[in-house]
Every structure is written in C-alpha cells, then in structure tokens.
C-alpha cells in the first residue's frame, strides 16, 4: 500500500491546527506525572503517520546505518533484518512482535523469512488499525494479524511462540523486566527474545562535557522511558533478562551504527520542501541540534536471549 496514503492532503490551515494540538499532547505527556497510557497517547496523537520520515516506508526507529545505507527506509529495513537475523525467523517460527509499530517489519520478515505467522500486539489502537489494514492490502492477512494488548500482559497463552520481538518499543514499556516476564511466559521451551531497544548510556562512557548537565541528563531519561525502573544500561539489562529466567544471554551496543549517521541523514531530509509537513518540534528534537543534546546520554542495544529447553529450569 502506498505509504502516501496514510499521508491525507492537508491545507496550511489543517497543518498548522495539527502541529497545534500535537505540541499540546507532547507538553502535557512531558510535564504531566503518570499520564494513563502515555506512550499509547504518543504513537496515537504525535508520532503519527504524516510525522514520519520514510518515502516508501511508515518505518518508527531509528535505523541501522551499514556502510552504503542511503536512506531512513534502508536504515529501518536494515534494523529489522538484524533483529530477525539474531532471531533466527524461519519458515516453523511462530513470531509474537510487540510493539509493533505500523507493521513494516512483519511485512519484511513475512516476505523475506517466512514465518508461520506473526502476531503484531500494540497498545495503541490506531497503530493497529493502520497496521492491519496495511497487511490486507499487501496480501500478508494470512500471515500477519494485529491485536491490542500491552506488553506488561501479552494477550498470547503460555509456549505459543517460538520467537518473542520488539524492536524499539521496549523503551516506552511500562516495565521491562515485566515484559523479560511475559516473553519467557508465551516462549516455548527453546525460544528466542530478540530486542533493540534505546537505553542509557551507562555513565563511564558519558562525554565528560555532557556530564556537567544534570538537567538535560534528566529530561532526556524522562523523554525515552516510561519508568525509573527502565533506566537500564546494558550491563543491568543483561541482568534483568537472566533474572527473567532466560540463558545465552548476549546484549551488545550497535549505537555507532545508529545515531551519527541518523543524525548526518535527517539533517539533509529535513531541509526537503515535503517535510513541511512533520511538525517543526519533531524536526527540532530529532534533528542535528535535538540529537546532539540527546544522543550523548543514550546507547542503542540489541539483546537476544534463550527460554531455557526444558521447563525446569531454574528462573
């Protein structure tokens, strides 16, 4: 489906009354303490489909930029296929994405992994609304589905997946360790939880100049988590998923890959005459200047880790 679809024409007028009630949302969710649902609001009211930045793709992260990567699109499909690729998706895998976003990476996996089926669970609705309409049209309703549900209480039964995901929406869970929960709880036996996930950068590895902020260090923990208890770096996201019971456990940083060549791309995009349309806040934040104030404080990660093979094992 053409992404331009999701894209409705607006005058300047419509334009401007959105970026309007899209600053309101982004004030609020920031200033206002245990918003109900605030990362559903986000995705529901702000971070919206003409806010995006792909040209033929609804991609939501920030890409995984290899030598030769041109493009946010690339960048995404780039990202999705390290996760599936550390998943190890193939055609027996029964695959659980949580939060899945506007469905690009199922559609990936589906076409170029074929899975058994892939189950997008998201906590906003229009997200799923778009996701599952998006997968009809692309032929893929037999394959991938969408349903509501938060990751703190995955609508799955207990060993009905093989492969638990979530790519770059484990930050904006309530609790991450209760999601390591809940994926081990629907894995089999054998099963793999792949995520890529934005955490703090663990503080000896912080520039000495950027440490002088405690403020911005503060506001920018509050703008990419949920909770203080998801104010992990790598080393104690190791541990948590341990905790959670699983083994083989490997959490390595791609964050080089990530937010230079992020950063050098969107600077260029958004001087295009088309990207009017993204709210001019989301253009601050998340170009050049925006990122320089928040990408010194945070890492980019990728974990795997294993259910253990037999049920018996001790969590």
């Not at 489909?49 to 699109?73: C, H, I, K, M, V």
């Not at 690339?74 to 998706?89: D, H, K, P, S």
């Amino acid at each position: 489906m053409a992404v331009m679809e999701f894209r409705d024409s607006e005058s300047s007028a419509r334009r401007t009354a959105r970026w309007i009630r899209e600053w309101g949302w982004f004030a609020a969710l920031l200033f206002v303490p245990r918003v109900p649902n605030r990362f559903s609001l986000v995705y529901d009211r702000i971070v919206t489909a003409p806010n995006s930045l792909g040209e033929e793709s609804l991609f939501l992260n920030l890409g995984y930029w290899e030598d030769g990567t041109q493009d946010f699109d690339q960048a995404g499909a780039a990202l999705a296929r390290l996760v599936a690729t550390e998943a190890r998706i193939g055609s027996d895998d029964v695959v659980v994405d949580v939060g899945c976003g506007l469905g690009d990476q199922d559609f990936l996996w589906a076409k170029e992994f074929g899975p058994k089926r892939i189950t997008g669970v998201n906590i906003s609705a229009k997200q799923i609304e778009i996701s599952t309409a998006r997968a009809a049209e692309l032929g893929l309703g037999d394959v991938v589905a969408y349903v509501h549900g938060s990751a703190n209480d995955l609508p799955q039964s207990d060993a009905s997946a093989t492969k638990v995901t979530a790519l770059e929406s484990a930050l904006h869970f309530p609790s991450r360790p209760r999601f390591f929960d809940e994926a081990f709880r629907v894995l089999e036996p054998g099963g793999r939880l792949v995520t890529a996930d934005v955490v703090p950068l663990a503080d000896e590895h912080v520039p000495s100049e950027v440490k002088r902020s405690r403020t911005k260090r503060i506001l920018v923990h509050r703008i990419f988590t949920t909770a203080r208890e998801n104010n992990t770096n790598a080393k104690q996201y190791r541990q948590a998923l341990v905790t959670a019971g699983f083994e083989n456990v490997r959490v390595y940083s791609i964050r080089d890959h990530v937010y230079p060549q992020y950063t050098e791309y969107v600077s260029r995009r958004f001087e295009l005459p088309e990207m009017r349309r993204i709210n001019p806040m989301i253009r601050r934040f998340f170009g050049r200047k925006g990122a320089s104030l928040w990408a010194p404080w945070l890492d980019y990660i990728v974990a795997v880790a294993d259910k253990p093979q037999t049920e018996g094992s001790p969590r």
